[in-house]
């Protein structure tokens, strides 16, 4: 059973996260020859102060 998981920042849209998980099940069923039912995709939310990038929080980097 494949696990994909994205992490990134957040997606306001529900629907946009929707077709995230469609098409990762799409292509994920398309290299693995598997029912996509059991293809399982995890979104991870990251907010901006959570994150840091060249020694800098990526909220600091958005804030310039």
Known sequence: MPLITVEGPRIQEVERKRELV???????FEVYGID????I????EN???NVGAGGQLIADLHGK
Do not use: N
Not at 22 to 28: C, G, P, S, V
Not at 36 to 39: D, F, T, V
């Open 22 to 28: 469609r098409k990762l099940t799409d292509t994920a």
């Open 36 to 39: 996509r039912e059991h293809i």
């Open 41 to 44: 995709v995890l979104i991870r």
């Open 47 to 49: 907010d901006p102060e």
